[in-house]
């Protein structure tokens, strides 16, 4: 079993940045995808991003230019910094990983882009 907890969310102003972490129970080097997807009120869940076979990285359409995932120092952490941020991000960030088949699910941390 693998938790996934995450920090960072907050209220921010249009134009600002924010870096939301992801601490995992285990050694992300052996997850096959680790990322982030978000959930904006009343929307379905959408990708954003994610780091697949501890290499490569790819994005959401919506945030490519804006957005950077990648792996912390520590063994077990992944950021996604977001710059240049838009009322539209507003969202809950949550974040994923797949190992061995099985998807593990963060609780979620709200992202409020608002003047």
């Known amino acids: 079993q693998v938790q996934l907890v995450e920090s960072g969310g907050g209220l921010v102003q249009p134009g600002g940045s924010l870096r939301l972490s992801c601490a995992a129970s285990?050694?992300?080097?052996?997850?096959?995808?680790i990322g982030w997807y978000r959930q904006a009120p009343g929307q379905e869940r959408d990708f954003v991003a994610a780091i697949t076979g501890g290499i490569s990285t790819n994005y959401a359409d919506s945030v490519k230019g804006r957005f950077t995932i990648s792996r912390g120092n520590a063994l077990n952490t992944v950021y996604l910094q977001m710059n240049s941020l838009k009322p539209e991000d507003t969202a809950v960030y949550y974040c994923y990983s797949r190992r061995s088949g099985v998807e593990y699910w963060g609780k979620g941390t709200l992202v409020t882009v608002s003047s």
């Open positions: 285990a050694n992300i080097a052996g997850f096959n995808v």
